[in-house]
């Protein structure tokens, strides 16, 4: 019985469907648009209404409930979810700024600060609830914060009451807390509060020093910054997590002009708890100069590696000293050398002649992660390291010496990274055997190697006529259809969430041999007409990978010029 229920709702719910969407044909394109828009606009209408009801409701429940009662902050909180229109919501937090509850107007202050300088309309409200002698201290905190956000940088009141508001005795450590951050937040035109702000430096409360730190830097006033005393605090390890947070929350000038003395501290060989502090403070304010990443290198700790992880590729101070690591007796220091370069491009390509004996001279007791580190390094310097390419060709066989008593997979994808780097590099001719033996002898384990092979394939263009049956191969219908990247050696994730596939490789690469792929055609057409390659679907948000049906249409009109062209 319950079945057929089921089935008489779903056939109700068709038959309202057919009724609420024409069919397109016999109308133009301009009529469907307008169809389109239409039901759209009825849509949003009875969303906004439905919005007002429950607003209505809202209200209603809210002025019949005492003051005191929490569940007075909990309908508060479910207005702020509704997603008012901004003046709606600005009005309704004004409205509650006179609540006889001190716990909701405590919550409108806050909501209203989201609003910034839009609300600034309610800017004298919210100073009488600051300088109130009668509200609760967290409802003086929240307006405090209010404050900041919403005054114009020129309310000369504003900034003045938030400042009396520092410094009125007896205040607590969250209230002196709140003005801090809040006159950060008004920013330069504060600067009449910086004397009393660099006070705070000294607070016994981490937190306030913090917040100190960082609006000295918001307001830009980096004058009562004392060097030699920050220098000494570091050196002395006076409270040196509270400093290093504090460094890393101000502004940009102030932290350039600290920045050498943090490396004069690594200079002084420090404990390993103040140096990898040191190290993840210079990589967070960017701060790269040679002495600094000879120290980041050094270090060779989890934190040194994302100090490293997030260098600008623009900054080319770091290359001198990421070559000089090349030479390093140690092979982490070596690794992260050659990692890091590669971010610069054919800007690092003096290392090659440092990386190029270390390749030629590899044999079944080298590192692999190691020789991809290089890999990756030789792929991203491009063209200007072809003189590598004769030591990686004699990589590509199966019976390579450096392939003795690896795992499988691995010999798989370090060879599948080679083919990558030589498509990168200048793939010669020679290559063709191990091009063809990838495409044709990868299995679902080896769909690196596949990729690879397919990419050198196109790299090659014309030349990789006898390619072709094995990059039909991933088009034939069950072929796994597998994620991959080659963003960084030994990374199968990728950081950007961007990947390929073998399909997607195979129908490039058909498109760069050109004319003499015209057999491929009726496959890339059934492809470019949505016949499915799988039996199996794929979804992940996280995962971006290019439109086969869109790179099939590319490849169609890309052989067909090269047919016409003959």
Same mark, same amino acid.
């Given at each position: ?302 934190? @040194?590696?994302? #100090?490293?992880?997030? /260098? ?5 101070? =770091? $290359? %001198?000293? &990421?070559?000089?690591? +090349? ?125 690879? @092979?397919?990419? #050198?394939?196109?790299? /090659? ?5 006898? =390619? $072709? %049956?094995? &990059?039909?191969?991933? +088009? ?91």
């Amino acid at each position: 019985m319950n079945r057929l229920y089921s089935l008489l709702i779903c056939l109700l719910a068709l038959g309202i469907c057919a009724q609420a969407s024409p069919d397109p044909e016999g109308i133009n394109q301009a009529q469907w648009d307008a169809f389109l828009t239409q039901g759209k606009k009825a849509q949003q209408e009875s969303q906004a209404k439905r919005i007002q009801d429950q607003l209505k409701s809202l209200k209603a429940e809210l002025s019949k409930i005492d003051a005191g009662d929490p569940e007075r902050v909990r309908i508060v909180r479910a207005i702020n979810t509704l997603g008012l229109p901004e003046p709606q919501a600005m009005e309704i937090w004004g409205e509650l700024l006179d609540d006889v509850d001190d716990r909701v107007q405590e919550r409108a202050l806050y909501y209203l600060s989201r609003h910034k300088q839009s609300a600034t309309e309610y800017s004298p409200r919210v100073l009488e609830l600051l300088g109130s002698d009668r509200a609760r201290p967290y409802v003086r905190i929240a307006a405090a914060i209010a404050l900041g956000s919403i005054a114009k940088t020129d309310d000369a009141i504003a900034i003045q009451s938030l400042l009396s508001f520092l410094i009125q005795p007896g205040n607590s450590d969250e209230e002196r807390l709140a003005a801090i951050r809040a006159l950060g937040l008004v920013g330069p035109t504060a600067s009449s509060a910086a004397e009393a702000i660099q006070a705070e430096l000294d607070n016994r409360v981490g937190k306030i020093q913090v917040a100190a730190y960082a609006a000295i830097g918001l307001i830009n006033k980096p004058e009562p910054y004392d060097l030699d005393t920050i220098g000494f605090r570091l050196l002395s390890q006076t409270d040196s997590y509270t400093t290093f947070l504090a460094i890393q929350n101000t502004a940009p000038e102030v932290q350039e002009r600290i920045a050498p003395i943090i490396v004069s501290v690594l200079d002084a060989s420090p404990p390993y708890y103040l140096k990898r502090m040191c190290v993840e403070t210079l990589g967070r304010i960017g701060y790269y100069e040679p002495k600094a990443v000879s120290h980041m290198l050094a270090a060779g700790s989890p934190t @040194s590696n994302l #100090a490293l992880d997030s /260098l600008d590729s623009t900054d080319t101070r =770091a $290359i %001198p000293p &990421l070559i000089n690591g +090349l030479r390093s007796d140690r092979p982490l220091v070596r690794i992260r050398s050659a990692r890091s370069l590669s971010k610069f491009g054919n800007e690092a390509q003096d290392a090659v002649e440092l990386v190029l004996p270390r390749l030629s001279n590899a044999g079944k007791d080298s590192d692999l992660s190691e020789l991809g580190a290089y890999l990756q390094l030789i792929r991203a310097i491009g063209p200007e390291a072809e003189a590598v390419s004769d030591t990686l060709i004699k990589w590509l066989p199966e019976t390579s010496s450096i392939y003795h008593d690896r795992d499988r997979f691995l010999i798989g994808y370090f060879r599948a990274y080679v083919l990558e780097t030589l498509s990168h590099t200048g793939i010669p001719p020679n290559t063709m055997p191990y091009i063809i033996d990838g495409l044709v002898n990868s299995d679902a384990d080896m769909m690196h190697l596949y990729v690879a @092979s397919a990419r #050198a394939a196109g790299a /090659l263009g014309p030349e990789a006529e006898a =390619a $072709i %049956p094995g &990059l039909l191969r991933s +088009l034939e219908y069950g072929f796994v259809i597998d994620f991959v990247t080659f963003t960084n050696y030994q990374e199968r994730l990728s950081r950007d969430g961007i990947y390929t596939t073998p399909q997607v490789e195979s129908v490039r690469a058909l498109a760069m041999i050109g004319s003499a792929a015209e057999a491929a055609l009726p496959r890339l057409r059934e492809i470019a007409d949505g016949k499915p390659l799988s039996p199996y679907e794929y979804s992940d948000s996280r995962q971006i990978i290019p439109n086969i049906q869109e790179e099939a249409k590319k490849a169609i009109v890309a052989i067909e010029e090269h047919i016409d062209g003959h």
